[in-house]
Protein backbone atom coordinates (compact mmCIF):
# COMPACT_ATOMS: atom_id res chain seq x y z
CA UNK A 1 0.00 0.00 0.00
CA UNK A 2 1.47 3.51 -1.11
CA UNK A 3 2.18 5.76 2.08
CA UNK A 4 2.04 9.76 2.27
CA UNK A 5 5.32 10.32 0.49
CA UNK A 6 6.71 7.26 0.03
CA UNK A 7 6.78 5.08 -2.75
CA UNK A 8 8.09 1.29 -3.32
CA UNK A 9 11.73 1.56 -3.64
CA UNK A 10 14.62 -0.92 -4.68
CA UNK A 11 16.40 -2.33 -1.78
CA UNK A 12 18.25 -5.35 -0.54
CA UNK A 13 16.60 -7.64 1.55
CA UNK A 14 16.65 -6.48 5.24
CA UNK A 15 17.95 -3.20 3.72
CA UNK A 16 18.58 -0.79 7.29
CA UNK A 17 18.87 2.65 5.40
CA UNK A 18 15.28 1.95 3.21
CA UNK A 19 13.77 1.43 7.04
CA UNK A 20 15.47 5.07 8.32
CA UNK A 21 14.65 6.75 5.12
CA UNK A 22 10.94 5.31 5.40
CA UNK A 23 10.53 6.21 9.12
CA UNK A 24 12.03 9.84 8.65
CA UNK A 25 10.12 10.37 5.25
CA UNK A 26 7.09 9.54 7.16
CA UNK A 27 7.56 11.76 9.86
CA UNK A 28 8.85 14.41 7.61
CA UNK A 29 5.46 14.59 6.09
CA UNK A 30 5.26 16.21 1.94
CA UNK A 31 5.69 19.65 2.44
CA UNK A 32 9.22 18.66 1.68
CA UNK A 33 11.59 19.31 -1.48
CA UNK A 34 14.56 16.70 -1.90
CA UNK A 35 17.56 16.38 -2.69
CA UNK A 36 19.50 13.04 -4.03
CA UNK A 37 23.10 12.50 -4.31
CA UNK A 38 25.05 9.39 -5.41
CA UNK A 39 24.02 6.47 -2.70
CA UNK A 40 21.92 3.27 -2.34
CA UNK A 41 18.63 3.62 -3.78
CA UNK A 42 16.56 2.14 -1.58
CA UNK A 43 13.43 4.45 -0.65
CA UNK A 44 12.27 6.42 -3.09
CA UNK A 45 9.58 9.34 -2.17
CA UNK A 46 7.18 11.36 -4.34
CA UNK A 47 8.35 14.53 -3.18
CA UNK A 48 9.54 17.40 -5.96
CA UNK A 49 13.06 15.44 -6.25
CA UNK A 50 16.43 17.26 -7.39
CA UNK A 51 19.17 14.98 -8.25
CA UNK A 52 23.34 16.00 -7.71
CA UNK A 53 26.10 15.04 -7.55
CA UNK A 54 28.09 14.03 -4.29
CA UNK A 55 30.60 17.20 -3.62
CA UNK A 56 27.85 19.97 -4.72
CA UNK A 57 25.26 18.44 -1.97
CA UNK A 58 25.75 20.73 0.62
CA UNK A 59 25.97 24.02 -2.12
CA UNK A 60 22.90 22.34 -4.07
CA UNK A 61 20.53 21.52 -1.36
CA UNK A 62 21.68 25.38 0.28
CA UNK A 63 20.15 26.71 -3.15
CA UNK A 64 16.95 25.03 -2.72
CA UNK A 65 16.68 26.26 0.60
CA UNK A 66 17.11 29.86 -0.93
CA UNK A 67 15.06 29.60 -3.77
CA UNK A 68 12.09 28.01 -1.37
CA UNK A 69 12.83 31.35 0.70
CA UNK A 70 12.70 33.81 -2.22
CA UNK A 71 9.52 32.04 -2.78
CA UNK A 72 8.45 32.86 0.64
CA UNK A 73 7.72 28.88 0.83
CA UNK A 74 8.68 28.63 4.94
CA UNK A 75 6.23 25.67 4.82
CA UNK A 76 8.68 23.92 2.62
CA UNK A 77 11.46 21.94 4.08
CA UNK A 78 15.40 21.68 2.03
CA UNK A 79 15.94 18.11 2.80
CA UNK A 80 19.01 15.83 1.42
CA UNK A 81 18.76 12.18 1.75
CA UNK A 82 23.00 11.22 1.69
CA UNK A 83 25.14 7.96 2.48
CA UNK A 84 27.83 8.20 5.00
CA UNK A 85 30.08 8.28 2.02
CA UNK A 86 28.30 11.72 1.07
CA UNK A 87 28.40 13.03 4.54
CA UNK A 88 31.58 12.06 5.82
CA UNK A 89 33.87 11.92 3.11
CA UNK A 90 33.32 13.23 -0.51
CA UNK A 91 30.31 15.55 0.19
CA UNK A 92 31.79 17.04 3.26
CA UNK A 93 32.94 20.00 2.42
CA UNK A 94 30.13 21.29 0.83
CA UNK A 95 28.63 20.34 3.86
CA UNK A 96 30.76 21.86 5.70
CA UNK A 97 30.35 24.98 3.89
CA UNK A 98 26.31 24.97 4.55
CA UNK A 99 27.02 24.33 8.33
CA UNK A 100 29.29 27.30 8.36
CA UNK A 101 26.84 29.86 6.76
CA UNK A 102 23.61 27.80 9.02
CA UNK A 103 21.64 27.10 5.86
CA UNK A 104 17.77 26.59 6.21
CA UNK A 105 18.87 22.56 5.33
CA UNK A 106 17.58 19.02 7.04
CA UNK A 107 19.97 16.34 6.52
CA UNK A 108 19.26 13.12 6.79
CA UNK A 109 22.29 10.77 6.71
CA UNK A 110 21.56 7.13 6.32
CA UNK A 111 24.90 5.77 7.89
CA UNK A 112 25.29 1.88 6.56
CA UNK A 113 29.49 2.39 7.56
CA UNK A 114 30.68 1.84 3.87
CA UNK A 115 30.34 2.93 0.08
CA UNK A 116 27.49 0.31 -0.39
CA UNK A 117 26.34 1.12 -3.28
CA UNK A 118 29.31 0.61 -5.43
CA UNK A 119 30.78 -2.82 -3.47
CA UNK A 120 31.17 -1.99 0.25
CA UNK A 121 34.62 0.51 0.00
CA UNK A 122 35.58 2.08 3.63
CA UNK A 123 34.29 5.34 4.31
CA UNK A 124 35.58 7.64 6.90
CA UNK A 125 32.18 6.06 8.72
CA UNK A 126 33.55 2.78 9.26
CA UNK A 127 34.76 1.25 12.29
CA UNK A 128 37.73 -0.12 13.30
CA UNK A 129 38.35 -3.76 12.56
CA UNK A 130 35.50 -3.89 9.97
CA UNK A 131 36.00 -6.16 6.65
CA UNK A 132 35.61 -3.76 3.71
CA UNK A 133 36.06 -4.52 0.09
CA UNK A 134 39.17 -2.46 0.25
CA UNK A 135 40.35 -3.24 4.05
CA UNK A 136 41.27 -7.37 3.84
CA UNK A 137 42.59 -9.48 6.50
CA UNK A 138 45.70 -10.50 6.01
CA UNK A 139 49.32 -10.73 7.30
CA UNK A 140 49.54 -6.70 6.84
CA UNK A 141 46.27 -5.73 7.57
CA UNK A 142 43.05 -6.20 10.26
CA UNK A 143 40.27 -4.65 8.43
CA UNK A 144 39.99 -0.88 8.75
CA UNK A 145 43.03 0.83 10.91
CA UNK A 146 41.21 3.61 12.56
CA UNK A 147 38.13 4.41 14.48
CA UNK A 148 34.63 5.93 12.84
CA UNK A 149 35.20 9.85 11.90
CA UNK A 150 33.37 11.72 15.39
CA UNK A 151 31.32 13.30 12.50
CA UNK A 152 27.81 14.59 15.16
CA UNK A 153 30.89 16.16 17.41
CA UNK A 154 32.24 18.06 13.98
CA UNK A 155 29.07 19.12 12.73
CA UNK A 156 28.37 20.31 16.43
CA UNK A 157 31.26 21.92 16.08
CA UNK A 158 30.07 24.61 13.75
CA UNK A 159 27.35 25.76 16.38
CA UNK A 160 24.67 24.37 14.10
CA UNK A 161 21.18 24.72 15.93
CA UNK A 162 20.65 20.42 15.79
CA UNK A 163 22.76 17.41 15.24
CA UNK A 164 21.34 14.24 16.17
CA UNK A 165 22.20 10.45 15.75
CA UNK A 166 19.35 7.74 15.73
CA UNK A 167 18.65 3.85 15.04
CA UNK A 168 16.50 2.19 12.92
CA UNK A 169 16.07 -0.08 16.02
CA UNK A 170 14.46 2.81 18.08
CA UNK A 171 11.64 4.32 15.47
CA UNK A 172 10.47 6.26 18.10
CA UNK A 173 13.14 8.65 19.02
CA UNK A 174 14.07 8.60 15.17
CA UNK A 175 10.52 9.69 14.44
CA UNK A 176 10.85 12.52 17.47
CA UNK A 177 13.69 13.55 16.23
CA UNK A 178 12.72 14.31 12.50
CA UNK A 179 9.66 16.41 13.96
CA UNK A 180 11.85 18.48 16.37
CA UNK A 181 14.28 18.95 13.64
CA UNK A 182 10.89 20.20 11.22
CA UNK A 183 9.69 22.25 13.66
CA UNK A 184 13.34 24.21 13.88
CA UNK A 185 15.15 26.51 11.23
CA UNK A 186 18.78 26.25 10.02
CA UNK A 187 21.24 23.47 9.44
CA UNK A 188 20.07 20.60 10.83
CA UNK A 189 21.56 16.75 10.66
CA UNK A 190 19.84 13.44 11.44
CA UNK A 191 22.38 10.19 11.18
CA UNK A 192 21.02 7.37 11.54
CA UNK A 193 22.87 3.69 11.49
CA UNK A 194 21.38 1.97 9.22
CA UNK A 195 22.69 -1.79 8.73
CA UNK A 196 23.18 -3.21 5.74
CA UNK A 197 22.80 -6.72 5.62
CA UNK A 198 25.54 -7.49 2.26
CA UNK A 199 28.34 -5.19 3.53
CA UNK A 200 27.72 -6.06 6.99
CA UNK A 201 27.36 -9.69 6.30
CA UNK A 202 24.69 -10.90 8.20
CA UNK A 203 21.30 -12.26 7.57
CA UNK A 204 18.66 -9.68 6.56
CA UNK A 205 16.11 -11.08 8.90
CA UNK A 206 18.52 -9.38 12.16
CA UNK A 207 18.80 -5.91 10.76
CA UNK A 208 17.14 -4.51 13.64
CA UNK A 209 18.48 -7.24 16.35
CA UNK A 210 21.92 -5.91 15.34
CA UNK A 211 20.91 -2.12 14.87
CA UNK A 212 19.54 -2.50 18.58
CA UNK A 213 23.11 -4.49 20.05
CA UNK A 214 24.97 -1.04 18.43
CA UNK A 215 22.72 1.20 20.67
CA UNK A 216 22.46 -1.10 24.05
CA UNK A 217 26.44 -1.81 23.60
CA UNK A 218 27.24 1.78 23.23
CA UNK A 219 28.48 1.67 19.80
CA UNK A 220 25.61 3.64 18.39
CA UNK A 221 24.68 5.89 21.55
CA UNK A 222 21.78 7.96 20.65
CA UNK A 223 21.95 11.56 21.57
CA UNK A 224 21.08 15.24 20.31
CA UNK A 225 23.55 18.00 20.31
CA UNK A 226 21.73 22.15 20.13
CA UNK A 227 23.09 24.86 18.86
CA UNK A 228 26.86 23.01 18.90
CA UNK A 229 27.02 22.67 23.03
CA UNK A 230 23.94 21.70 24.69
CA UNK A 231 24.16 17.80 24.85
CA UNK A 232 21.72 15.32 25.74
CA UNK A 233 21.97 11.05 26.01
CA UNK A 234 18.80 9.57 24.71
CA UNK A 235 19.14 6.09 25.72
CA UNK A 236 21.00 5.38 29.14
CA UNK A 237 20.79 1.81 30.35
CA UNK A 238 21.62 1.35 33.98
CA UNK A 239 24.57 -0.97 32.35
CA UNK A 240 25.54 -1.23 28.84
CA UNK A 241 25.73 -5.05 26.99
CA UNK A 242 29.12 -6.28 26.28
CA UNK A 243 30.24 -4.63 22.61
CA UNK A 244 30.59 -9.00 21.80
CA UNK A 245 27.02 -9.52 20.68
CA UNK A 246 27.37 -6.74 18.23
CA UNK A 247 30.37 -7.76 16.93
CA UNK A 248 29.83 -11.48 16.50
CA UNK A 249 26.69 -10.63 14.80
CA UNK A 250 28.38 -9.42 11.61
CA UNK A 251 30.82 -11.12 9.32
CA UNK A 252 32.85 -8.16 8.76
CA UNK A 253 33.98 -8.38 12.20
CA UNK A 254 34.07 -12.36 12.49
CA UNK A 255 37.84 -12.34 12.55
CA UNK A 256 38.25 -10.41 15.40
CA UNK A 257 40.39 -11.50 17.85
CA UNK A 258 39.85 -11.49 21.49
CA UNK A 259 42.12 -8.64 22.54
CA UNK A 260 40.89 -6.71 19.09
CA UNK A 261 37.33 -6.90 20.76
CA UNK A 262 39.11 -5.97 23.80
CA UNK A 263 40.33 -2.62 22.27
CA UNK A 264 36.68 -2.08 20.76
CA UNK A 265 35.37 -2.56 24.62
CA UNK A 266 37.49 -0.06 26.08
CA UNK A 267 36.95 2.60 23.51
CA UNK A 268 33.34 2.22 23.63
CA UNK A 269 33.58 2.10 27.66
CA UNK A 270 35.54 5.66 27.61
CA UNK A 271 33.62 6.96 24.93
CA UNK A 272 30.54 6.37 26.91
CA UNK A 273 31.77 7.60 29.97
CA UNK A 274 32.61 10.94 28.06
CA UNK A 275 28.94 11.34 27.43
CA UNK A 276 27.22 10.31 30.16
CA UNK A 277 29.64 13.25 31.83
CA UNK A 278 28.35 15.41 28.75
CA UNK A 279 25.18 14.46 30.01
CA UNK A 280 25.32 14.93 33.44
CA UNK A 281 26.51 18.73 32.72
CA UNK A 282 23.92 19.36 29.57
CA UNK A 283 27.14 20.16 27.79
CA UNK A 284 29.08 18.63 24.75
CA UNK A 285 32.41 17.84 25.61
CA UNK A 286 34.32 17.42 22.14
C1 LIG B 1 32.73 12.14 -6.95
C2 LIG B 1 32.20 10.75 -7.06
N1 LIG B 1 32.96 9.74 -6.64
C3 LIG B 1 32.52 8.47 -6.71
C4 LIG B 1 31.29 8.20 -7.25
C5 LIG B 1 30.81 6.77 -7.37
N2 LIG B 1 29.83 6.41 -6.37
C6 LIG B 1 28.51 6.41 -6.63
S1 LIG B 1 27.57 5.89 -5.34
C7 LIG B 1 28.95 5.65 -4.39
C8 LIG B 1 28.84 5.08 -3.00
C9 LIG B 1 27.95 5.85 -2.08
O1 LIG B 1 28.22 5.51 -0.76
P1 LIG B 1 27.45 6.20 0.42
O2 LIG B 1 27.44 7.67 0.25
O3 LIG B 1 28.00 5.70 1.71
O4 LIG B 1 25.95 5.69 0.22
P2 LIG B 1 25.42 4.15 0.17
O5 LIG B 1 25.65 3.69 -1.22
O6 LIG B 1 26.18 3.37 1.18
O7 LIG B 1 23.96 4.30 0.47
C10 LIG B 1 30.12 5.99 -5.08
C11 LIG B 1 31.50 5.90 -4.56
C12 LIG B 1 30.50 9.28 -7.68
N3 LIG B 1 29.26 9.10 -8.17
N4 LIG B 1 30.97 10.55 -7.58
Redesign the pocket.
Known sequence: MMEMGITPGSACQGCG?ALASRLAFKALGPNAIRLL????P?TTTNHPMSIG???GGGAHLSGLARGLKAQGRSDVIAVGL??????Y???FQGLSAAAERNENILVLT?D?E?????GA?R?G?TPKYAITSTNFVGPKSRGKAMHKKKIPQIFAAHGVPYVATASIAFPEDLIAKVNYAKSITGFRMVIMQSP?PV?WRYDPAKSIEVARAGVQSGVWPLYEILNGEDFKLNYKPKELKPVTEYLKSQGRFRHMTEEEIGDIQSYTTSRWRQLEKADELKKLIM
Open positions: AIPCCDVFEFGDGGTDIGKNAYMNTQSGCG
